[in-house]
């Protein structure tokens, strides 16, 4: 136990030791008397379950609208790490994939048993406060309305309303805004330090923009999209963005309101499982969780845990929910490596030492109208023996980097990573997560998930237009300049031929989205209140909701449809409201700086 004791070690010795978990809970978590008392005061006016972008956003909106509102955050996993695992000194980068992913879920034997090249497994859970925004990539796009055609109209209004107060929420920046303000020479004085968005990002950004038509498929492209915090006139770094930080902020203000008089702490409990919602005539009551039992009162409870926990969740307390589960969308991935001799490009020698680009290309498999969209990373570094570990922390992509073997003879080069991102048809009758006999209520659930025709036309249309961007679009001398990376990262060498199909599809699907799909009646499982059919006082956030899953990167829709449940919820009643996207009186959104354009997708 922390002692407050303001003079320490008097008169008997302190401790020897304290756990992280003590330290976190004293200054910014409950404690175990204030987690009894709050779970049994029903004094709460919501409960929010998960601390990811989508519970952030909620508890961040709603307080800005009304500091006084008494909100509980519950969070399955410890505080874990403080910032986006890129942002940390670079040894944290072992701490990706597997090693920190979780699966709540079963995989149907049916699904495991398709051949490589198809889809094997769903990427995980990443169970610690900050969720997956932990180790997300970070790409934000913007869906643009036509992307959205299957959406409820009222949805789609919602996310249109919300998307600029999303982006400033996760400080978006287009890659080729984000070192212009600096002179060419700080550039180049800068280049040696990190790679920097300068020439390469401007050459190739127009290089496709005036060749788009030779990927057949291809319907828009842009720099891309990142929630990066920008850089300060005078501060030359910048970094990804992930909620610990700004949660932790919004904790620390709410206290200090709290102690003026002026609002309510913001309570969160970490290492708490919520496995069942108590439940009478559809209203719920009360949550199971692994350190027990919360009473709801007249608290409104929002699901921000991710898209299969929630189903979980409510399968195992609502039995009659209609549907849930019944959907199941997600993106399938291709990867692909390559590179061009940076002598081939007429900008070679205008390249500063170390230089990146990120653009943005999304493209119609025409026959079923499934989308897809290519996420490309280029990097050019004249001496990667040296540089590679700096050029890792600033990668755009997290997942598409080349590894040292990729690198080592590649100072000649501009490396191209191509992360491929294809819609799961959500039409598919054979993709579905069903509750099953596993004793466990946190992961009785069987997911299956069979790639379709459609599926496989999708699949097959993105990778032929990945490969006309790389030969047709980017490579001044065409097809015959591209070497492409055969083989797996470990082991495998540049070669002229294409990667087999084998080699540069992905197992496994990210951005798993409707189990509790929106619709405007009761054919969907979730109303346009965000509200499942039937339920009083349960809301859903998060990928769950997603009629279909589109191809755009998913997470600054999620959080403008977040934000925009805690502007319908509005404050507690009575209390003072102020009006909508009230500019940031909590001062969270200290380090961001606006894109100017951002109101528009940009098709360049
Ligand atoms: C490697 C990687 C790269 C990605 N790149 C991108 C990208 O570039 N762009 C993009 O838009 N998206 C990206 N994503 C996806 C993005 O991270 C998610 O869309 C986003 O984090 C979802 O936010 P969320 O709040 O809905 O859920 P999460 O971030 O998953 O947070 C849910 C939280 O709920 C908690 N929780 C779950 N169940 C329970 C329970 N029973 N009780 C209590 N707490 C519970 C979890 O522990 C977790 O902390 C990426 C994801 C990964 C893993």
Same mark, same amino acid.
């Given at each position: 136990m922390l002692s407050p004791d303001p003079h320490p070690g008097i008169p008997e010795p302190e401790p020897l030791t304290h756990s992280t978990r003590e330290i976190m809970d004293h200054v910014f978590f409950l404690s175990e008397e204030q987690w009894r008392s709050a779970r049994e005061s029903k004094q709460l006016d919501y409960v929010v379950i998960g601390s990811g972008p989508c519970g952030f956003a909620f508890a961040e909106r709603m307080l800005q609208q009304d500091p006084h509102c008494r909100i509980l955050m519950i969070e399955q996993g410890p505080f874990f790490l403080p910032d986006h695992v890129q942002n940390?000194?670079?040894?944290?980068?072992?701490?990706?994939? $597997?090693?920190?992913e979780t699966y709540p879920w079963k995989m149907s034997a049916r699904t495991t048993a398709q051949p490589a090249g198809c889809i094997g497994f769903q990427h995980g859970m990443v169970p610690f406060v900050g969720g997956r925004s932990l180790l997300w990539s970070c790409w934000s796009p913007r869906p643009l309305h036509s992307e959205l055609s299957a959406w409820p109209p009222e949805t789609v209004q919602a996310i249109e309303d919300h998307l600029e107060d999303a982006e400033r929420l996760l400080n978006v920046v287009f890659a080729d805004e984000l070192d212009m303000k600096m002179s060419p020479a700080t550039r180049e004085r800068l280049s040696k330090h990190r790679p920097i968005f300068g020439v390469l990002q401007q050459q190739l950004q127009a290089r496709l923009a005036s060749r788009l038509h030779r990927i057949g498929s291809a319907t828009r492209c842009m720099a891309a999209p990142l929630s990066v915090s920008a850089c $300060?006139?005078?501060?030359?770094e910048f970094a990804k963005y992930s909620t610990p930080a700004p949660l932790l902020a919004l904790a620390e203000r709410q206290a200090e309101l709290c102690q003026a008089g002026k609002g309510s702490a913001l309570k969160i409990m970490t290492d708490c499982t919520v496995t069942r919602i108590h439940q009478r005539d559809g209203v719920a009551t009360a949550l199971e969780t692994s350190r027990g039992r919360v009473q709801l009162g007249a608290a409104r409870l929002i699901l921000a845990m991710g898209t299969l926990p929630p189903t979980t969740l409510l399968l195992n307390s609502f039995p009659r929910l209609r549907n849930a589960g019944a959907r199941y969308t997600a993106h399938f991935v291709s990867f692909m490596l390559a590179r061009i001799r940076r002598e081939d490009f007429a900008f070679a020698e205008q390249l500063a030492e170390m230089e990146l680009a990120a653009l943005y290309v999304a493209g119609l498999n025409a026959r079923d109208g499934m989308q897809y969209h290519i996420q490309l990373s280029a990097l050019s570094d004249r001496q990667p023996a040296n540089n590679s570990p700096r050029a890792a922390r600033y990668m755009p992509d997290l997942v598409a980097t080349a590894t040292g073997a990729q690198l080592e003879d590649s100072q000649d080069h501009v490396i191209l990573a191509c992360s491929v991102l294809g819609e799961l048809d959500f039409r598919s009758r054979d993709n579905w997560v069903r509750k099953d006999a596993q004793d466990d209520p946190a992961q009785n659930v069987t997911l299956q998930v069979l790639a379709g025709e459609a599926d496989r036309q999708t699949w097959d249309t993105m990778d032929e237009a990945t490969f006309q961007l790389l030969e047709q679009v980017l490579s001044p001398r065409g097809p015959c300049s591209v070497e492409y990376w055969n083989g797996t990262p470990g082991k495998g060498c540049w070669a002229t031929s294409r990667p087999i199909l084998e080699e540069r599809r992905m197992p496994g699907l990210v951005h798993e989205g409707s189990t509790l799909w929106i619709g405007?009646?009761?054919?969907?499982?979730?109303g346009p209140d965000y509200r499942p059919w039937g339920i009083d006082n349960v809301y859903v956030t998060g990928g769950a909701l997603w009629p279909t899953a589109g191809s755009w990167n998913p997470t600054v829709t999620m959080v403008a449809l977040a934000q925009d449940l805690a502007d319908r919820l509005g404050a507690r009643p009575g209390s003072p409201q102020t009006s909508k996207g009230a500019g940031d009186p909590l001062g969270l959104q200290h380090r961001i700086r606006k894109p100017?354009?951002?109101g528009v997708p940009r098709r360049r």
């Open positions: 940390l000194p670079l040894p944290y980068q072992a701490l990706r994939g $597997h090693v920190v $300060h006139p005078e501060d030359f405007e009646n009761e054919g969907s499982v979730v100017s354009s951002v």
